[in-house]
Each structure stands twice: as structure tokens, then as C-alpha cells.
């Protein structure tokens, strides 16, 4: 048995949760679950939306399977997702972005992996802020070394890209397109523009491709980059991405394939590695057993693969795509009219799924 740690959530977080969780147990994965909470449910009651043992149970075990959990917008705790990915340097973010026949979508055989950088960038959190006095004291330090002079009222935020920090995502890209049979990755950047931040990128994207030459590696310009994905989204497989690019390419991708209800997700590191949907924790649906399951089920099949169970992977996706495919065991947002009477619940949809697990 594999010790992996569910973090259940809030909001549809602890449905789908326990959704996903029967439908892995399904495959004959042989997982023991740790069950634990983190965010604001558990916060109303222990003070803390991050408990200390739901840390120490991702710790201990490495691969942890995360429903969502929600940010409060101005007061209220920090992003418990972003603390996650911090504290424990999950330096990738990984979104599979895979079209499925009887999901809605204006696109029908997409299959695009985007690895987004997750650490760096303008999102490392290096703020000034517009009239403080440290940034009024940068702003002179810079108009005073710099040609380009910076606007006294200005705010300033800083985007570091390193060669460590580059070097290693670029690494990762290569090293799952080999485990996943892919044959090219491309580096998207804005090196014209950012000579010394996107520039590095560029050079180290090119001097980890020479190390990884029996695949294939291109770069492109990020402007470009979306117009190509929209037109010709068939000659891309692996886009590997500094955070900022990464976030907006992803979305856009995910666009492609029908949207948030089918993208899955993993933020992976040396230390460890957190799978969960790209969406949030819709708080108006909570407990209602109506929002679609499949989002964190296919983030499951992203964690049997990394955990290198692809037998029950692939029986997972199948049985997902399966689902899908007949329309008729689905949440209301899979249906082609949302007021459909025949939609099933999260719950429902997960039996579904289960019923077509080949065992
Ligand atoms: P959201 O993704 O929670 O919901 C937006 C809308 O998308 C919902 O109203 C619903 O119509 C739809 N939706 C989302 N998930 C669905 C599902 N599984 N099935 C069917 N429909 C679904 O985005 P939001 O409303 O911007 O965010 C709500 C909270 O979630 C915020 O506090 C935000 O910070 C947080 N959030 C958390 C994570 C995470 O835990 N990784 C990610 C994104 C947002």
C-alpha cells in the first residue's frame, strides 16, 4: 500500500474529493489515504486554515491529492495554495490539456501539456509599492544606473528569472515528454523585448535542449505562441513556460479542450508533489452534489501516472472518457443545455465512472 494524503478542502471541495478518491480506489491503486483538512471550514473551527499535521501528512508523504480550497479576497488568509507551493518548492506546475469526444468545445483533437514554472518571476512576490519610501529610494537607485528612467509615482513589481530556477523546469519538460512518448518541447519567452530575464531564459532553454537531443526542441515568441495555438494548436505537444506566460498560456489551453470542468493539474517538486484542478472551490455549489467531479479525477490519473501506475491510469482515463463520450451519466455543465433534467450529481457521475473500471 502507497500512504498518499487527500486534503478534502472546502467549499465542492470535500464532494469531489470523495468522489475522485472511490473512483482511484476503483483501479485497484492500493492507496492508504490520509484524510486531511485545510481551509476555511477547518479554520472556523481550529483557528488555522493550514493545520499543522495536514503539512506534516504531505510531508511525510510525498504525493498529496488536493481539492480546492478557497483565497478570501482582501481580509482573511494568505493563499493556502500558494503557501503549499512555496514552503514545499513545488517548482512545476504541470496541465495536461486533452481533448475528450462529448465535451463542448470549438476544438476537437487537441493534446498540449503546458509546464509552467511556478517559483520565479514577476509572481516571486518582489513588490514595491506606488510612494513607499523603499520604493521611492529604488526608484532613484535606478534613474541613477539606468538610461531608462522609471516615473517617480510608479509601482514596481520585480521579475527575477535565474539560470538554477530555468535550468530545472526546462529539465523537467524534457524528462516528462520522454516518460510520456512525446516528441517535441517548445520554449516560449519574450527574449526581443526582456533581453536579460526572458533572454537567460532563452540561452538556458537552449543549452538544456542540447542535453535532451533526441527530442525535439523549438522555441517561439509568447505573442505568437497564442496566435499559433489558436490556429494550428495540432504542431505544439510540450510548451514549457516562465510563470507568468505559463498561467495565461494555460487557461488559454484549457479554453481549447471545453474549460475548467475538464483541466487537471499537478504541482510537482523534488520534495514532493501536489495534484489538484485548476478550478476553484465555487462556493455557491457547496454541498448541493452538483458540480462535475471530472477536473480532480483526471488530476488523479496525473497522480497514478507520476506515482508510475499506468495501468491504473490509463483504466481511469478510459473510464472518464468513456463517461463523457455517452453524455448521459454527466453534471449539468457537460450537458448541452445547463437546465437539463437528465443530469446526474457528482456522486452519480462518479458510480458511472466506476462502473466502466475494468477490473
Ligand atoms: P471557481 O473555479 O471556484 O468557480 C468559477 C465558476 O466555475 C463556478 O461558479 C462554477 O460555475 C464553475 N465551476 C468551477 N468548478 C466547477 C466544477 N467542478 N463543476 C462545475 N462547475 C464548476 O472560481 P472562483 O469563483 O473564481 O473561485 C472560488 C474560490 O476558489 C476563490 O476563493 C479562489 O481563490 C479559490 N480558488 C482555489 C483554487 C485552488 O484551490 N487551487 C484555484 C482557483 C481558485
Known amino acids: 500500500m502507497t500512504d498518499i494524503t487527500l486534503v478534502t478542502g472546502d467549499g465542492i471541495g470535500p464532494e469531489i474529493a470523495e468522489a475522485t478518491r472511490r473512483c482511484i480506489d476503483a483501479t485497484g491503486a492500493d492507496i492508504n489515504w490520509l484524510i486531511k483538512e485545510a481551509g476555511i471550514d477547518v479554520m472556523e473551527r481550529t483557528g488555522t486554515p493550514l493545520p499543522d499535521d495536514t503539512l506534516e501528512a504531505i510531508r511525510k508523504t510525498g504525493t498529496a491529492l488536493k481539492a480546492p480550497i478557497t483565497t478570501p479576497v482582501g481580509t482573511g488568509f494568505r493563499s493556502i495554495n500558494v503557501h503549499l507551493r512555496q514552503t514545499l ?152 513556460l516562465p510563470n507568468l506566460y505559463g498561467d495565461i498560456i494555460s487557461d488559454l489551453c484549457a479554453g481549447l479542450v471545453g474549460g475548467l470542468g475538464v483541466a487537471p493539474g499537478g504541482n510537482i517538486g523534488e520534495k514532493g508533489a501536489i495534484f489538484e484542478a485548476t478550478h476553484g472551490s465555487a462556493p455557491k455549489y457547496k454541498g448541493q452534489n452538483k458540480v462535475n467531479p471530472t477536473a ?38 457537460m450537458k448541452p443545455d445547463r437546465d437539463d433534467p437528465t443530469a446526474v450529481g457528482t456522486s452519480q457521475m462518479a458510480d458511472a465512472i466506476i462502473e466502466k473500471i475494468k477490473t
Open 89 to 240: 518548492d513545488l517548482y512545476a506546475c504541470l496541465r495536461p490539456c486533452k481533448s475528450y469526444e462529448g465535451v463542448r468545445s470549438r476544438y476537437s483533437d487537441i493534446d498540449l501539456v503546458v509546464v509552467r514554472e511556478n517559483t520565479e518571476d514577476c509572481y516571486a512576490g518582489v513588490e514595491f509599492q506606488r510612494g513607499k519610501d523603499d520604493t521611492d529610494e529604488l526608484i532613484s537607485w535606478v534613474n541613477k544606473h539606468s538610461e531608462k528612467q522609471v516615473r517617480g509615482n510608479s509601482g514596481i513589481t520585480i521579475k527575477p528569472i535565474s539560470v538554477e530556477g530555468s535550468e530545472r523546469i526546462v529539465q523537467f519538460a524534457f524528462d516528462y515528454a520522454r516518460k510520456l512518448g512525446r516528441k517535441k518541447v517548445t520554449s516560449v519567452h519574450k527574449a526581443n523585448i526582456m533581453k536579460f530575464t526572458d533572454g537567460l531564459w532563452l540561452d538556458v532553454s537552449r543549452e538544456v535542449a542540447k542535453k535532451n537531443s533526441d527530442i525535439e526542441f523549438e522555441d517561439r515568441i509568447v505573442d505568437n505562441m497564442c496566435m499559433q495555438l489558436i490556429q494550428k494548436p495540432e504542431l505544439y505537444d510540450v510548451l514549457v
Open 296 to 333: 480532480l479525477i483526471l488530476s488523479g490519473v496525473l497522480m497514478l501516472r507520476h506515482m508510475g501506475k499506468k495501468a491504473e491510469a490509463d483504466n481511469l482515463e478510459n473510464a472518464v472518457a468513456a463517461v463523457i463520450a455517452e453524455g448521459k451519466s454527466v453534471t449539468y455543465d
